[in-house]
Every structure is written in C-alpha cells, then in structure tokens.
C-alpha cells in the first residue's frame, strides 16, 4: 500500500553538528521525491527537492540524497541551528500530482 | 510575490453541520491540491484542481468535495461533519511545468 516511512520520530542534536534525516518509501515508481520542513502553526515549506533520475542535490546547507535500490531517502542539514528545529516531511510523488507523505521526524537542536 | 493564502485560519464547527473552506493559490499557479493533516494519520491527499477540473482523488468519502474557478482560488466542503474531521486542511498549489507544491498556512477545523 501506499506508505512513506521515517526510521526515526525523533532527532536530538547539539546546535553546529550535522543533522540527517532518513525516509523509507514504497513506491518504485515513483519518480520525485520531496522534503517539507513544518514549523508549530504553520504550513509545510518547500526544502528541496529530487528527481529518480539523481542520486543527490545540494542546496544551501542541506542536501537529499536519493537511493532506489534500496527505496531510500535522506535529508542532510549542514551545522543545524536553532531555526532549523521542527518537524520534517519526506513525500513521493504517485500518478499526476498527488504527494504521499511520511510520518515526519521532530527535530529538535540543542544548544 | 505572495504565498498560498487559506481563509479562515480557524473554525469551530459542530457535528452535522458543513463548511467551506478557502484557497488562494500563488499568482499564476493552476494546480491546487488539498491535504488532511492529522496528528493520527499525518497529511492525506484528498483532491487536486488544474484548470477547474478534478484530475486526481484520495481515499476520501463523497462528504469531501471542491471545486476550483477560473481564477484557480479553489474551495473545499466538507459535508455532515464528523468528529473525526477534525483537522488541519492544508492547500498546495503548483505552477504549470513544476513539481513543487508550495503550501499555505492551513486551516484548523475543530468539530464539537
């Protein structure tokens, strides 16, 4: 069935360390993947994002590395700060436009 | 330019009763898509517009419905409400060519 899933609820670490994110989806098919970052009240912002056809992509201090064989996701923040606290959604892309999502992992920074 | 802005932000509602809620997508988007979030289900794909037309559907009952109008703002109705749809409704929108979908803040729907 459909099911996007985290290997980890939660995520503790100290402020300037790496932080990484994994995600576990199901769909082989599917061919973009998408990281959202949920702060307390607020709507899902856009991270970044990936196509099946890369295996990774940068952006600023963060990067997605992608690997179909074995179905798996993450998401890398280079020396977290205290802004970077909140909760982070991978999603696949399944047929047009529809966006299934994992779980989330609430991470927390501290200082 | 703007965000996707949802209106209201909050609404009470009680059970049997309906509500129709409000997107405003980004200027130029034509894709809306609406999601459930709930802290037991996570966010659920219910529906998606382009062009005011339905292309896509979740595992949502008929009570869930929307629409979309020219100027692409979309409108979601949730009919005969039930506990259970308590929630926060959220609306993405999409620009022709592009994967992104870009959220607005939602709007939290409490059923008494």
């Known amino acids: 069935g459909e099911s996007v899933g985290l290997h980890l609820p939660t995520l503790s670490v100290q402020e300037g360390d790496n932080s990484i994110i994994n995600c576990a989806y199901s769909?082989?098919?599917?061919?973009?993947f998408i990281w959202y970052k949920q702060e307390s009240g607020k709507g899902p912002q856009f991270i970044i994002d990936?196509?099946?056809?890369?295996d990774k992509r940068q952006g600023q201090r963060v990067t997605v590395l992608l690997n179909k064989t074995v179905k798996h996701l993450s998401l890398q923040i280079a020396a977290t700060q205290p802004g970077d606290s909140a909760v982070y959604f991978c999603?696949?892309?399944?047929?047009?436009?529809?966006?299934?999502f994992g779980q989330g992992t609430r991470l927390t920074i501290n200082p | 330019k703007a965000g996707v802005t949802q209106t209201p932000r909050y609404l009470i509602k009680t059970r049997g009763q309906q509500v129709t809620l409000s997107c405003s997508p980004i200027?130029?988007?034509?894709?809306v898509s609406w999601y459930q979030q709930t802290p037991g289900q996570g966010l659920q794909f219910l529906f998606e517009?382009?062009?005011?037309?339905?292309?896509n559907k979740g595992n949502f009952p008929g009570r869930f419905s929307g629409r979309q109008f020219s100027n692409s703002r979309s409108e979601m109705n949730v009919s005969t409400l039930e506990l259970g749809d308590s929630a926060l409704y959220l609306c993405?929108?999409?620009?022709?060519?592009?994967?992104?979908?870009?959220f607005g803040p939602g709007t939290r729907l409490l059923v008494l």
């Open positions: 990936i196509r099946s056809n890369m």
């Open positions: 200027s130029g988007h034509r894709s």
């Open positions: 517009y382009f062009s005011e037309t339905q292309r």
């Open positions: 769909n082989s098919a599917s061919d973009y």
């Open positions: 999603a696949e892309k399944w047929g047009a436009q529809k966006l299934v």
């Open positions: 993405a929108s999409r620009g022709t060519g592009s994967e992104t979908q870009y």
